[in-house]
């Protein structure tokens, strides 16, 4: 643990943070020491100028192995996942990709004697069962989706490898995570960014959880903040390790439709819920994530509003430069 970072690998680095993760790594600690790991899609122009890229498939640790030896690293961020809508639909896929996947991250790290690995888990953790205001740190862990359990699970393996292996794994349960560079990749908490998106475009919208669906969210410049801020802290300050939770804002749907149309007055959303109101509803509305804020210092700085003007001022412009 006291070795410097020097060679750091993101995996899932094409996906939605991990493609803003590792340009802020980059900017953190030099394009040549963050090696940026995609599974099939072509990196956009950034990633690809900005340091090394390769492919991999976690689910084949031969090929991450070969990318960890080559390099020379030292930490992972690990990112690559089927999250929740996906994993219902493919529930198999979601075991293999998010089980086999950090089994063989964490194998890796451990025989190569690894400084760090980060892996994040997710409000998905929780089910019908947890208390939904204000979800305490410790409480009842029932998930009733794949992407929950292999969430439940990951966090449980990672921590034994922390106390078993001794090995500096970290994780936090993220939110909604809401931004405007890579659009999401398969979750219950998609609406919150496509209603952005649609509002630039065509001013309607048509949501797939009821206007009054409450979830945690979190922009990205927090998502990013609170995944660097983690890895950095001291670890004789940390008494949990892979399940931080943490938190920022919480909103229904209809208030976020309610923010938006105070920026675009005509703008219209319309609510007809799919199968992803099932998996909203088992979530929390709110977190108490007192536990981060005591042990590491979190401290998100973006509210509903705040992130409203930066999102619809991002997408805007690409959309007035015929880029969206
Ligand atoms: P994403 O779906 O946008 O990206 C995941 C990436 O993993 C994709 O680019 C995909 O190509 C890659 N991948 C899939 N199968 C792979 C395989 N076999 N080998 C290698 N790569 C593979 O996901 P994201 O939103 O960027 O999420 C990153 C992490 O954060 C995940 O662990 C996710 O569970 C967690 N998380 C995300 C959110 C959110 O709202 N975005 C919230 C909570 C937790
Ligand atoms: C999803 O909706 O699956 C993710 C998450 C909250 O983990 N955004």
Known sequence: MAKETKKILVTGAVGQIGSELTLALRERYGGDNVVAAGHRTQPGEALRDSGP???????????????????????????????????????????????????????????????????????????????????????????????????????????????????????????????????????????????????????????????????????????????????????????HHADYNVAAMSFSAGELAAEIQKHIPDFVCEYRPDFRQAIADSWPRSIDDSAARQEWGWQPAYDLAAMTVDMLEKLGRRHAEGRL
Not at 117 to 131: D, H, L
Not at 146 to 172: H, I, P, Q, S, W
Not at 178 to 198: C, K, M
Not at 208 to 230: E, H
């Open 53 to 239: 890229f390769e492919f991999i498939d976690v689910r084949r640790r031969e090929t991450v192995e070969e990318v960890v030896k080559r390099y020379n690293i030292d930490t992972i961020y690990h990112l690559a996942a089927i999250l929740s809508a996906v994993g219902e639909e493919k529930p198999l896929l979601a075991w293999d990709v998010n089980m086999n996947g950090l089994y063989n991250i964490l194998e890796v790290a451990r025989q190569h004697e690894m400084v760090r690995v980060f892996c994040p888990s997710s409000i998905a953790v929780f089910g019908p069962q947890t208390p939904r205001h204000n979800t305490p740190q410790e409480t009842i862990l029932c998930p009733t989706t794949m992407y929950g359990v292999t969430k439940v699970a990951g966090e449980l393996l990672c921590n034994y490898y922390v106390r078993r292996f001794g090995l500096d794994v970290r994780g936090l349960r993220y939110p909604g995570i809401i931004s405007a560079e890579t659009p999401p990749g398969g979750g219950t908490t998609d609406y919150a960014v496509e209603i952005y998106y649609e509002a630039i475009r065509h001013r309607r919208y048509t949501c797939f959880v009821r206007q009054d669906t409450v979830l945690p969210m979190m922009y990205m410049p927090d998502c990013l903040k609170a995944a660097m801020d983690l890895m950095e802290a001291d670890f004789a300050q940390l008494r």
